[in-house]
């Protein structure tokens, strides 16, 4: 079963305004992480930002911030003041306690100078 | 930390050989290693799950005759692809601890 869904394909955003990435997730268990990578067309996956199911804050990283709403179950990425190498696969992740990482079928994010 | 090398980035076989990949954790060690497969414009799938010095996992519908998997030591990883088709083509990238991973490598078999 689907369990990370990401209904975007593809975004695009001006450069230097903000944009959501929207990631929604199913689980039953209680503890469990979210992630958030950038796939650039070199293939890498680059750790973005994490969040706990436990945290109560949301996590941020520079220019980055999890909005996470666990009554949702939804962990959208937020990308402020968007850079031109931003542009890349957007992926949301997924891992319950101890098991592998589950992945989302991808955002596309194209920014527009 | 949480260094992770990935050999070869890329590889082109012909139809019928075997590919091996490795996959070096450089600044831990890791006793599970993941391993996942990303075909063009589509998310990563998880291949199989390998625990050092036991068999590896495979998920639903990959071959385990196919992909060979050595995980003899903490700190590499093999994933081989034995008798290479064109279907086979794809980006595989490891993962040691489940939340890092490996640059990747594009396969291509011709």
């Known amino acids: 079963a689907q369990k990370i869904t990401q209904t975007q394909p593809g975004m695009f955003v001006q450069e230097k305004e903000a944009v959501t990435l929207d990631c929604t997730y199913d689980t039953s268990d209680q503890s469990y992480g979210l992630f958030w990578y950038k796939q650039p067309s070199s293939g890498e996956m680059i750790f973005l930002i994490y969040q706990g199911s436990y945290d109560e804050q949301n996590a941020t990283e520079g220019r980055y911030s999890l909005n996470f709403q666990k009554a949702r179950k939804s962990a959208n990425l937020v990308i402020s003041a968007s850079q031109l190498g931003d542009s890349a696969m957007y992926f949301c992740a997924m891992r319950e306690w101890n098991n592998d990482m589950r992945f989302g079928a991808g955002t596309r994010l194209t920014v527009k100078p | 930390g949480a260094v992770v090398s990935q050999h070869p980035s890329w590889v082109i076989c012909k139809s019928g050989t075997s590919v091996k990949i490795e996959c070096r954790s450089l600044?831990?060690?890791?006793?599970?290693m993941f391993w996942y497969r990303q075909f063009p414009k589509q998310s990563l799938m998880l291949m199989a799950t390998?625990?050092?010095?036991?068999?590896?996992?495979?998920e639903q519908g990959v071959e385990k005759d196919k992909f060979l998997i050595n995980h003899a030591s903490l700190t590499l990883s093999t994933l081989t692809v034995t008798s290479a088709h064109p279907e086979d083509s794809s980006f595989y990238i490891c993962?040691?601890?489940?939340?890092?991973f490996g640059s990747g490598t594009r396969l291509t078999v011709v």
């Open positions: 390998s625990n050092e010095g036991s068999k590896a996992t495979y």
């Open positions: 993962s040691p601890r489940g939340y890092t």
């Open positions: 600044d831990f060690q890791a006793t599970t």
